[in-house]
């Protein structure tokens, strides 16, 4: 060991890291592979993920595989065991010589632990979760009291054992197959839309309090569309959003509105985003994506902290958040009643300002 309490990594053949989270996590991590990578050029570096987030991963030229944990509805209690039993016996049979898990939940920290791995880092759970299981731990990361983007919390592992990224190194990673393009663009050729010719906006979120209220989303859309901007709007497929949509589009009659809500995949909606002129989103995955595409992107924050999850190098992202004194709070709105005010009070007028500074006027 040297100073700091670093590991020697010259041995090191088999990296795995692991991220069990939503989306945006994931995307967010994309940096620690190319770091990984660039400090020990002969490793090979494998992830394991949630399956339904793993098209964030995908086509990453620094990941040699991906492991898949397999969240869906409808699974057995004995099926997840089987499941788990099954991807901790494969982890353990790749003889990795380093694992880091980038989340605090039980289930990394013991997939961290059966593998084997001589060097296992892993987040300070601080007595979150199995009492003592900063123990599996070789080599504990400490977490920053101030506010810190998530990249940077991510790429804190790596500095723990004294891998330390270089500034160019730092940039998002969002792969889009050509098959994906192809058939994202078509979906718009059959809407009579070209690239750089509509505004998307993604209204929704997997958690739904992180949402702007259809009312407003639908005045800015009728905005637009008296500025001849058409739009295009999109979600996740979960029936909520799905609704939320549907109602947002009864909202807006007699504007040019396309509807893409839940019909479009990972890699099809970062077509999608690369394609329009730009993107208007809350605090979800779709800004993420952006960013790692350095696309126009406005992002409306309410509950959550632009300063953790903001968009990252983007040098055409923008933020619009109120200033209360209470937010960020991460709460499921207030007093956690699923609403919060810092979100819903955000006015059509500076959404509007910051949109069309990004797009200018349609062509």
């Known amino acids: 060991m040297s100073y700091g309490d670093y590991p020697n990594l010259d041995a090191v053949e088999r990296v795995l890291v692991i991220k069990l989270r939503q989306h945006g996590d994931v995307l967010l991590t994309s940096p620690v592979y190319r770091v990984l990578r660039r400090a020990m050029p002969r490793a090979r570096v494998d992830a394991y993920v949630y399956r339904d987030a793993a098209p964030m991963l995908e086509g990453h030229p620094d990941i040699a595989q991906l492991h898949r944990f397999d969240r869906s509805d409808g699974r057995s209690l004995g099926e997840r065991a089987g499941q788990e ?9 790749e003889r990795y010589d380093l694992v880091i898990n980038l989340t605090d939940g039980d289930r990394g920290v013991f997939t961290a632990w059966l593998s084997g791995a001589t060097c296992r880092v892993g987040v300070d759970p601080l007595g979150e979760g199995v009492p003592w299981k900063e123990r599996l731990y070789t080599h504990v990361v400490k977490r920053c009291a101030t506010p810190r983007h998530m990249v940077e919390q991510n790429l804190d592992a790596l500095r723990r054992i004294g891998i330390f990224p270089t500034q160019e190194e730092r940039d998002l990673l969002f792969v889009i197959p050509a098959d994906a393009e192809a058939s994202a663009r078509e979906r718009l050729r059959a809407a009579g839309l070209t690239p750089g010719a509509y505004i998307l906006i993604h209204p929704t979120s997997r958690w739904l309090f992180k949402s702007w209220p259809t009312a407003r989303v639908a005045e800015l859309i009728r905005s637009l569309d008296g500025r001849g901007w058409p739009v295009v709007l999109s979600s996740g497929p979960d029936e909520r959003e799905t609704s939320m949509v549907d109602d947002i589009v009864k909202r807006t009659s007699g504007a040019r509105v396309i509807n893409l809500a839940g019909r479009l995949t990972l890699k099809e909606l970062g077509a999608v985003i690369a394609a329009s002129r730009c993107l208007l989103c809350m605090d ?20 959550s902290s632009e300063r953790a999850w903001g968009p990252w190098r983007n040098p055409r992202g923008r933020v619009v958040a109120l200033d209360y004194s209470c937010r960020p709070c991460n709460l499921d709105g207030c007093g956690g009643s699923k609403v919060s005010d810092c979100l819903h009070s955000i006015p059509v007028e500076p959404v509007l300002a910051q949109v069309l500074s990004l797009a200018g006027a349609p062509a």
Do not use: D, E, N, Q
């Open 85 to 93: 039993w099954r991807l901790a016996r494969l982890i353990r049979g």
């Open 284 to 303: 979800s995955v779709p800004m993420h994506m952006a960013s790692a595409l350095t696309h126009p992107v406005v992002a409306l924050f309410g509950p």
